[in-house]
């Protein structure tokens, strides 16, 4: 009896902590895309899109992982659908100009896992090899920090009518102190009712000037 008793506190344990281990990534609730400084609504679609960039200390606090020293900004990406359509995100694309005009596409899961298992360097390029790899080599990140990503990373389903979508999308800002001077998001791709929507251009300018100072 008392063999067994040991071995159903260990038991007990053990789910505890992969439970611990396990701890969903869990990110302040979004509100409706017009109420961030950096957005655009078209009123003739009823589609509202914002970009909330997590560059400072106190915001990217929701964050286990500090992406920053990894040379990556948190972007949450917020759709609101005022609509009666269904918004459809298959071809959703979205790309961070910098100022320097040079296209930034988020980084994939793969991507982050590589910068944060020091796989490769923060310029350095991916060279292809004869010889394929495991798809997921990844003996330098902890389980926390996979699900934290997994969690975090905006998912391009449908935003039904009257509802809205958010998520994070991450870009490789290496070498850029304050990446929102003179920098926009573009986003296209969009389709409802079969028909795309014209395309959203949003300057993080307007983030800039409702934040602190840098």
Do not use: C
Request: glycine share 4%; proline share 10%.
């Amino acid at each position: 009896m008392k063999i067994r008793h040991i071995w159903a506190v260990l038991l007990v344990a053990a789910t505890l902590s992969l439970m611990a281990e396990k701890k969903p990534f869990s990110p302040p609730p979004a509100t409706h895309a017009n109420t961030y400084p950096a957005h655009e609504a078209h009123d003739d679609e009823k589609v509202s899109i914002a970009i909330d960039p997590f560059d400072s200390p106190d915001k990217a606090a929701i964050f286990h992982t500090k992406f920053r020293d990894y040379g990556y900004l948190p972007v949450r990406i917020i759709i609101s659908n005022d609509s009666d359509q269904t918004l459809i995100l298959n071809d959703l694309k979205v790309e961070y100009i910098t100022a320097n005009r040079h296209r930034l596409e988020p980084g994939t899961n793969d991507d982050l896992y590589r910068r944060l298992a020091h796989i490769e360097g923060p310029n350095r390029k991916s060279v292809p090899i004869p010889i394929p790899l495991p798809k997921r080599p990844r003996p330098a990140v902890k389980n926390e920090t996979l699900n934290e990503i997994e969690d975090a990373q905006f998912v391009p389903f449908p935003v039904e009518a009257h509802n809205q979508r958010s998520g994070f999308l991450f870009f490789d800002i290496s070498g850029i102190d304050v990446p929102e001077v003179g920098a926009h998001v573009y986003i296209s791709g969009i389709k409802a009712g079969g028909k795309e929507l014209f395309y959203f251009d949003i300057p993080l300018e307007k983030y800039l000037s409702s934040s602190p100072a840098k």
